[in-house]
């Protein structure tokens, strides 16, 4: 990861594929056809959580 971390700093952005992330909805109320009844979570890559976690903690 930290080959990776180095490279993107030096490039100036991230390679493809790290920011990719997986939008999902999960279901709040037990009624499934209403759209409101439902959230959304990012699942993001576990590569970019690290490199965004360690800029904060610098920061």
Known sequence: ?????QHSVSIGYFLEGITMDIIALLNKRCTKRILTNYRSITLLNMKYKIYAKSLYLRL
């Open 1 to 5: 990861h930290l080959k990776m971390i």
